[in-house]
């Protein structure tokens, strides 16, 4: 399973004590919008990470290598070598798991508040 999309994503928040992350990107899907929708690319249980904070378009892809090229293993039973492309480069995060949703939230997040639910699930791994 992958997850490509041509929209601007950037480094939206990521907590080091949780192992959670999030890329997000917000679209106008009409004019007349009060405010944006947004695509947020959730990571939970970060192993490893090497990421810039911008992309430009994205593609997400479970790598089958247990070692990813940088020399670093999965720590953790059941984490998952993600291989993210942007605009021709490569970077690798290490995660047990991804889900890529689309909201309305603006501001608000799943890191921060739990409770909330995905308008449309676009991937899980």
Not at 3 to 17: C, D, E, G
Not at 19 to 43: A, G, H, K
Request: charged share 25%.
């Amino acid at each position: 399973m992958s997850f490509k999309n041509k929209n601007t994503f950037q480094l939206w928040k990521y907590i080091t004590s949780h192992s959670q992350m999030i890329l997000r990107s917000q679209i106008w899907l009409e004019e007349s919008q009060e405010r944006p929708n947004t695509i947020d690319i959730e990571f939970w249980g970060i192993d490893y990470l090497d990421l810039p904070t911008l992309f430009r378009g994205i593609s997400i892809e479970i790598e089958s290598a247990v070692t990813c090229p940088k020399g670093v293993k999965h720590q953790s039973k059941g984490s998952k070598l993600l291989k993210i492309t942007s605009e021709g480069e490569v970077y690798y995060v290490i995660a047990a798991g991804c889900i890529v949703g689309t909201s309305n939230w603006m501001l608000r997040d799943r890191l921060t508040d739990l409770s909330l639910k995905y308008d449309e699930i676009l991937m899980k791994l």
